[in-house]
């Protein structure tokens, strides 16, 4: 996770943050143009993150409900202004593309897997958004109808083709899993290798298992810049539980994310 020491202006932020600027050490923290990230050296460490109006609020009602289950650090404010702002405590560790971990490729699949098949074993009543799959391809519909897609997500060669794919494929798909929604190496973090959270859970809910091991097995690919690390990730999971023809459908509605 790439921080940037900064000079913040206090002014730009809501009045009852701005005590928390003060004497602190802050750092840009931003990894996305769609969100601003900021950490605040203090108090054991805070992050405080700023988007549009109203984007934030089901981040902010997900990591509260991920919380209680020990999975990730407490959300201290969420506030909708101008703009939204979201603080939540310091996770101990550092993500998974710290270059200590990403110099033991082997480990890091096996310990990916293994931790995502933990994930997705908890039980998931009283999550906020039950039925992350509506909500999933409602996205691959009006990105689609918009025309804004990435075909380097999947193999098709046209957008046309890869729509066909997800729409076809879609009952394939169940809400049974509490799920991610983005699980990738830097929203999850390691204290010497053992798992201590997860961020950015906006994406989360309950959904298809099959979200989290696309982005599992792509984010190893990404980070690592090979696809060696593949098959023991799918192994690490348990291949009794994967079924590829629904990974071939999420990879198919990536291209619409």
């Not at 270059?99 to 033991?104: F, M």
Request: hydrophobic share 40%.
């Amino acid at each position: 996770m790439t921080r940037v020491k900064i000079k913040p202006d206090p002014s730009l932020f809501p009045a009852e943050f701005r005590g928390l600027l003060s004497g602190a050490d802050v750092y840009d923290s931003s990894c996305s143009p769609e969100a601003r990230v900021f950490y605040i050296e203090r108090d054991g460490g805070l992050f405080l993150k700023c988007a549009a109006r109203h984007t934030l609020a089901r981040e902010a009602e997900l990591a509260a409900y991920f919380h209680r289950r020990g999975l990730t650090a407490e959300v201290l404010s969420y506030r909708s202004l101008e703009r939204d702002w979201l603080l939540t405590r310091r996770v101990r560790g550092e993500d998974a593309t710290a270059a200590r971990y990403l110099a033991d490729p082997r480990r890091l699949a096996r310990l990916s897997g293994e931790l995502l098949r933990s994930l997705h074993e908890l039980p998931h009543d009283g999550c906020p958004v039950p039925d992350r799959m509506h909500t999933y391809f409602e996205t691959v519909r009006q990105n689609f109808e918009k025309r804004q897609f990435d075909l380097s997500f999947a193999k098709y060669a046209t957008a046309e083709e890869a729509y066909r794919v997800a729409i076809e494929g879609a009952s394939l798909l169940r809400n049974d899993t509490l799920i991610h929604g983005d699980y990738c190496l830097p929203n999850f973090l390691l204290d010497d290798w053992r798992p201590s959270g997860f961020i950015d859970l906006g994406n989360a809910g309950v959904g298809d298992r099959h979200v989290d091991l696309f982005w599992g097995a792509w984010t190893l690919g990404f980070n690592l810049h090979t696809d060696a690390y593949r098959d023991l990730f799918f192994d690490a999971y348990g291949r009794d539980r994967i079924n590829p023809d629904a990974i071939e459908v999420i990879a198919a509605a990536e291209v619409f994310g």
